[in-house]
């Protein structure tokens, strides 16, 4: 298998199966065993395709003599794939780009036989018309956001911020790390990453955090394996950072919805591996990969258990110094590392806040008197957001709004409730909330 071959079976399994590219995409690299190069270019291209969807269809409207809705789904994503190649990535020849193509559309299409053919001359046609087609002038084209889609975040990040957030959308992820301060410091890493040709620069705005570039698989770099960091976004981080975690031997930590593990991890460093740290979710294979997370990390204060955040746990009650309820959201806040979440059906995503407000009662149950309890999603929805908090503390009179101490780099916060837009501070879209519970 080639690179093309393992980014064009994940397409198909994600139209198919409604699965997630990150996750379809890691299983397929591993199976066709592609090296660091391949690796890279299975992902650029696999996301690549899914950000720019609307835009490549825009062009293909105009190269091709019948309707898009006639194409085989299959042809589609081999022309999306060629003309990707041929409009965005300059190091790839455009003649690598149509003969590649039409070796798909031969090996993936033998029921249609005018398939190689139809993708031969379309390609060659982009090629030839390469700057000359009209340009996508609609938001919904030219960033590849469906216009509902659109007018809804429209509607929360205002107009200003608007496009910068849709272009954001489609940057490619950046690769950031958290420097596990419990066993090297920041230098240290870096110099480490370096001998095994990994770039790291450090974040513009959060201490001890790492933009990596050239990591080929993360895992199998051997400052990941010795566990001198882990994955986890500045925005993501910084939800730990505003909790203000004390360190002590009688604290106690509750992360209620921890998978994939950053928050505990980030909380189980800050209380410099004293106290302890309770890690939970209700998957028995996340609450597994939490566990791995924390055994290479050396986080022996962790303590991890299945556990469904809208179940009561009786011996929890009233013990925690601090609780994170980061609850499952849209995900409208992660486009750029998810970019297939945008073609997701909103009314999928109506009943959420219920869901939302269910689990932060609960866990609001664990905190005890003078605690801190954060609620945090990955989406720039109202209503899951500051709806949901609003509708908390009208039933729960007992807890209260309290100020964030953000970075410098971030206006004075009073409100005790943050969103991070995409494009704003290159994090993830995100909101943050500190609540306090009456002493």
Same mark, same amino acid.
């Given at each position: 298998?080639?690179? +093309?071959?393992?980014?064009?079976?994940?397409?198909?399994?994600?139209?198919? +199966?409604?699965?997630?590219?990150?996750?379809?995409?890691?299983?397929?690299?591993?199976?066709?065993?592609?090296?660091?190069?391949?690796?890279?270019?299975?992902?650029?291209?696999?996301?690549?395709?899914?950000?720019?969807?609307?835009?490549?269809?825009?062009?293909?409207?105009?190269?091709?003599?019948?309707?898009?809705?006639?194409?085989?789904?299959?042809?589609?994503?081999?022309?999306?794939?060629? @003309?990707?190649?041929?409009?965005? %990535?300059?190091?790839? /020849?455009?003649?690598?780009?149509?003969?590649?193509?039409?070796?798909?559309?031969?090996?993936?299409?033998?029921?249609?036989?005018?398939?190689?053919?139809?993708?031969?001359?379309?390609?060659?046609?982009?090629?030839?018309?390469?700057?000359?087609?009209? #340009?996508?002038?609609?938001?919904?084209?030219?960033?590849?956001?469906?216009?509902?889609?659109?007018?809804?975040?429209?509607?929360?990040?205002?107009?200003?911020?608007?496009?910068?957030?849709?272009?954001?959308?489609?940057?490619?992820?950046?690769?950031?790390?958290?420097?596990?301060?419990?066993?090297? !410091?920041?230098?240290? @890493?870096?110099?480490?990453?370096?001998?095994?040709?990994?770039?790291?620069?450090?974040?513009?705005?959060?201490?001890?955090? %790492?933009?990596?570039?050239?990591?080929?698989?993360?895992?199998?770099?051997?400052?990941?394996?010795?566990?001198?960091?882990?994955? #986890?976004?500045?925005?993501?981080?910084?939800?730990?950072?505003?909790?203000?975690?004390?360190?002590?031997?009688?604290?106690?930590?509750?992360?209620?919805?921890?998978? /994939?593990?950053?928050?505990?991890?980030?909380?189980?460093?800050?209380?410099?591996?004293?106290?302890?740290?309770?890690?939970?979710?209700?998957?028995?294979?996340?609450?597994?990969?939490?566990?791995?997370?924390?055994?290479?990390?050396?986080?022996?204060?962790?303590?991890? +258990?299945?556990?469904?955040? !809208?179940?009561?746990?009786?011996?929890?009650?009233?013990?925690?110094?601090?609780? @994170?309820?980061?609850?499952?959201?849209?995900?409208?806040?992660?486009?750029?590392?998810? /970019?297939?979440?945008?073609?997701?059906?909103?009314?999928?995503?109506?009943?959420?806040?219920?869901?939302? @407000?269910?689990?932060?009662?609960?866990?609001?149950?664990?905190?005890?008197?003078?605690?801190?309890?954060?609620?945090?999603?990955?989406?720039?929805?109202?209503?899951?957001?500051?709806?949901?908090?609003?509708?908390?503390?009208?039933?729960? /009179?007992?807890?209260?709004?309290?100020?964030?101490?953000?970075?410098?780099?971030?206006?004075?916060?009073? !409100?005790?409730?943050?969103?991070?837009?995409?494009?704003?501070?290159?994090?993830?879209?995100?909101?943050?909330?500190?609540?306090?519970?009456?002493?």
């Amino acid at each position: 298998m080639n690179a +093309r071959e393992t980014a064009l079976d994940a397409l198909i399994a994600c139209r198919k +199966r409604a699965a997630w590219s990150n996750g379809v995409l890691k299983d397929y690299i591993e199976r066709d065993r592609l090296d660091r190069r391949d690796a890279a270019l299975a992902t650029r291209l696999c996301y690549g395709i899914l950000q720019h969807r609307g835009m490549l269809d825009f062009f293909l409207k105009q190269l091709l003599t019948g309707k898009i809705k006639d194409l085989h789904p299959v042809v589609r994503d081999i022309l999306h794939m060629g @003309l990707y190649q041929i409009y965005e %990535l300059d190091k790839v /020849p455009d003649s690598a780009a149509v003969n590649e193509s039409v070796l798909l559309a031969k090996k993936y299409c033998r029921w249609q036989r005018s398939a190689p053919g139809l993708v031969n001359g379309i390609l060659r046609n982009a090629v030839r018309t390469k700057g000359s087609l009209q #340009q996508p002038v609609a938001l919904e084209d030219r960033y590849s956001h469906p216009k509902a889609l659109i007018d809804l975040l429209g509607s929360y990040v205002g107009s200003e911020k608007l496009e910068p957030m849709l272009a954001a959308n489609n940057d490619t992820p950046l690769t950031v790390v958290q420097v596990n301060t419990l066993r090297t !410091t920041t230098e240290e @890493l870096v110099s480490h990453l370096k001998s095994e040709d990994v770039t790291a620069l450090p974040h513009p705005w959060m201490q001890d955090c %790492l933009v990596l570039s050239n990591t080929g698989n993360l895992e199998k770099l051997e400052c990941f394996k010795k566990g001198l960091f882990y994955v #986890q976004d500045a925005a993501s981080r910084l939800t730990v950072m505003c909790a203000k975690i004390p360190q002590g031997e009688n604290i106690r930590v509750l992360d209620c919805c921890a998978a /994939p593990g950053g928050k505990t991890f980030a909380a189980a460093i800050a209380m410099g591996g004293k106290g302890k740290i309770r890690s939970a979710d209700i998957h028995r294979h996340k609450t597994t990969l939490i566990q791995r997370g924390a055994d290479r990390l050396g986080l022996h204060n962790v303590l991890v +258990r299945e556990q469904d955040a !809208t179940e009561n746990h009786r011996s929890w009650f009233q013990k925690m110094d601090v609780v @994170l309820a980061d609850v499952p959201c849209s995900g409208y806040g992660i486009i750029r590392k998810k /970019p297939d979440i945008r073609y997701k059906d909103p009314k999928d995503m109506e009943r959420l806040p219920e869901v939302q @407000l269910k689990i932060l009662s609960k866990q609001a149950e664990y905190v005890k008197p003078g605690g801190v309890l954060m609620y945090s999603t990955c989406t720039l929805v109202r209503r899951e957001n500051e709806g949901v908090v609003e509708a908390f503390l009208r039933h729960y /009179p007992d807890f209260y709004l309290e100020r964030l101490a953000l970075p410098n780099n971030f206006p004075e916060n009073k !409100t005790g409730m943050l969103t991070l837009v995409p494009g704003e501070y290159d994090t993830d879209g995100f909101f943050i909330c500190r609540m306090r519970r009456k002493a």
